[in-house]
Nanobody
Framework: QVQLVELGGGLVQAGGSLRLSCAASGRTFSGYAMGWFRQAPGKEREFVAKISWNGAWRYYADSVKVRFIISRDNSKNTVYLQMNSLKPEDTAVYYC?????????????????WGQGTQVTVSS
């Protein structure tokens, strides 16, 4: 089992920045690739970004490419999502997730473990 806890959500004005973190406990963190997803009100959960177990590979949704940066620190069992130039349409609950699958796994069905989510609200 892997337990995931997201932190760092909040309210920010459009154009601002936030950094989300996701702390993992349980099985060896470095054995998992990590992803971020988000779910806006009334919408399905969607892929945001993914990082491989060693940080060598990163994948982004087109809607966040250039603005968001995913990173990880295996010594701290933590994955981060730096969000810059935020837009109102970035408002959502953000979830981190863990998977043993390599590659650009963008489907939530491909992730084994999930955090409880953290709310990000971007005001216009």
């Amino acid at each position: 089992q892997v337990q995931l806890v997201e932190l760092g959500g909040g309210l920010v004005q459009a154009g601002g920045s936030l950094r989300l973190s996701c702390a993992a406990s349980g099985r060896t963190f470095s054995g998992y690739a990590m992803g971020w997803f988000r779910q806006a009100p009334g919408k399905e959960r969607e892929f945001v970004a993914k990082i491989s177990w060693n940080g060598a590979w990163r994948y982004y949704a087109d809607s966040v490419k250039v603005r968001f940066i995913i990173s990880r620190d295996n010594s701290k069992n933590t994955v981060y999502l730096q969000m810059n130039s935020l837009k109102p349409e970035d408002t959502a609950v953000y979830y981190c997730a863990a998977t043993v699958r390599a590659g650009a796994t963008m489907s939530e069905d491909e992730y084994e473990y999930w955090g409880q989510g953290t709310q990000v609200t971007v005001s216009s």
